[in-house]
């Protein structure tokens, strides 16, 4: 008899505010441990937290554009659990009322749209992080206690790994264009917890779920998945029963591991935190979030192929991360050449950050010096060949590309008398050449230009010499 996967999933991103979401230490990733800490952040006894209106405006802007209602009265819980990265043994969040509810969120798997549920989205704060990397020891690094994040807790509305992959990438593209979060999932800004049962095909009772946590790469998502799905199918047939359980997945092994047994909401003694005031969120701030809500990417890629005239594959690609899409926005205003900003983004620019191992994140280069390129190799001034090693020279080292040019001697010959010579110098060298051309083989003019252009160097203007070059053959 076959069996039928179903989940949901709790996606945790952290917010990229300035800083944390009840004092005012700063929220940047990568500081040396314990650097970015105050007495709020670790639990002090007597301290007071004071809500960060910047994380509510960021969930607020999520919760809009994924369709949910906003909850105009919403609060802080107390979320009581003991680990050691959490050392005033609570987690402040949103149980009885979080801040956003009932969404979705459509997705397209081989043709397929369908539309995934969201339960809720709530704010918290994140826990700090242990280090188990010092011989026998463990390390507490406090840095990340207090930083601002949402949990977008979905539907189980998820029938396959395709259909959770696609969610997470349509997910992670409307969080980046929001710029609410930078979706880094190495640096653990961007995590997915799936919680998985399996069924008897036409079943309407769920089985007993597990957790699996924290995953940090959509194909480790996918193999977990996988992998879960067999394992419980497997104790199911022989006769066993499921344990709902935290399992912990290791990708290097491409298994999971019990953890501990998964909690349910009673287990925390969830209550209303007292020193967290309610948040009333009225007309006028509502209105103000929804009015500062960015273009995001399906509405670009519309836009895109009605003003630019792009083809469909293209503005995808274009409009895959939000870093490209400034990039090419930006050069396009500059250079006033939409579907050379185009070629040279999906081209150069991303073959170069593929033999660079350059994430999209990470992508920085300066859009006003691509496009005095644009502008060069579209004049004449340069021919492809340079335009290429030019675009190369800036991408590495952010080279000046006048002085790059002007340096390597690429301006483009165009001068009559140079052309002329290195054409007739041509045909003196390679006379068989020559006669078969002339006696028809047109595929050996293309040696006879090659030959010509290797002796203009990389400054050569094609289109001249192939003019020239059949004029005097």
């Not at 709902?244 to 909690?263: I, V």
């Not at 509502?286 to 809500?293: A, V």
């Not at 995001?296 to 890629?301: I, P, S, T, V, Y």
């Amino acid at each position: 008899m076959s069996w039928e996967i179903v989940m949901g999933l709790e996606v945790h991103a952290e917010l990229s505010t300035e800083s944390k979401i009840f004092c005012g230490c700063s929220n940047s990733f990568g500081a040396e441990p314990n650097t970015q800490i105050c007495a709020i952040c670790v639990g002090m006894p007597g301290t007071l937290p004071v809500l960060n209106r910047a994380v509510v405006d960021y969930a607020v802007r999520a919760g809009l554009a994924l369709d949910c209602e906003i909850t105009r009265l919403n609060r802080f819980d107390r979320k009581n659990y003991f680990y050691p990265d959490l050392t005033k043994a609570y987690q402040n969040s949103q149980l009885y009322a979080p801040i956003c509810r009932n969404g979705s969120l459509e997705i397209e798997v081989d043709g397929q749209k369908k539309k995934i549920g969201i339960h809720q989205i709530h704010m918290e704060e994140d826990a700090g992080k242990l280090i188990h990397d010092m011989g026998s020891s463990t390390m507490m690094d406090f840095n990340r206690c207090g930083v601002p994040l949402i949990e977008i807790v979905s539907k189980p509305d998820f029938r396959s790994g395709g259909e959770v992959i696609a969610y997470l990438e349509k997910l992670r593209e409307i969080l980046l264009y929001l710029d609410v979060c930078d979706c880094k999932m190495q640096e653990g800004s961007f995590r997915a917890d799936v919680n998985l049962s399996v069924r008897r095909a036409g079943e309407e009772k769920l089985g007993t779920r597990t957790e699996m946590k924290n995953i940090n790469s959509f194909k480790a998502i996918a193999r977990a998945i996988e992998n879960e799905a067999e394992r419980q199918i497997e104790i199911l047939e022989s006769g066993g029963h499921v344990i709902q359980e935290t399992r912990r997945w290791d990708d290097d092994r491409g298994q999971s591991f019990g953890m501990r047994s998964k909690e349910n909401a009673q287990d925390y003694r969830y209550f209303p935190d007292p020193d967290l005031l309610p948040i009333e969120i009225d007309d006028a701030w509502l209105e103000q979030i929804r009015e500062s809500l960015p273009e995001l990417a399906h509405q670009k890629r519309e836009r895109y192929m009605r003003d630019y005239e792009l083809a469909a594959n293209d503005v995808q690609i274009l409009t895959s991360h939000k870093n490209i899409s400034d990039l090419f926005e930006t050069l396009t205003d500059i250079s006033k050449q939409p579907q050379e900003s185009a070629n040279l983004i999906m081209g150069e620019i991303m073959y170069l950050m593929n033999t660079t191992n350059t994430l999209p994140e990470d992508l920085n280069i300066s859009a006003d010096k691509l496009a005095q390129l644009i502008a060069f190799v579209s004049e004449g001034k340069i021919n492809r060949a340079a335009y290429k090693d030019a675009v190369k020279a800036v991408f590495i080292d952010d080279t000046d590309p006048e002085q790059y040019i002007s340096e390597n001697n690429l301006m483009m010959v165009s001068d009559e008398g140079v052309i002329d010579k290195v054409i007739e110098s041509v045909i003196a060298k390679h006379p068989g050449p020559v006669q078969e051309y002339r006696e028809g083989k047109e595929k050996v003019f293309g040696f006879l230009m090659g030959q010509a252009m290797k002796e203009l160097g990389s400054g050569g203007n094609p289109d001249m010499l192939k003019k020239k070059l059949r004029d005097m053959l």
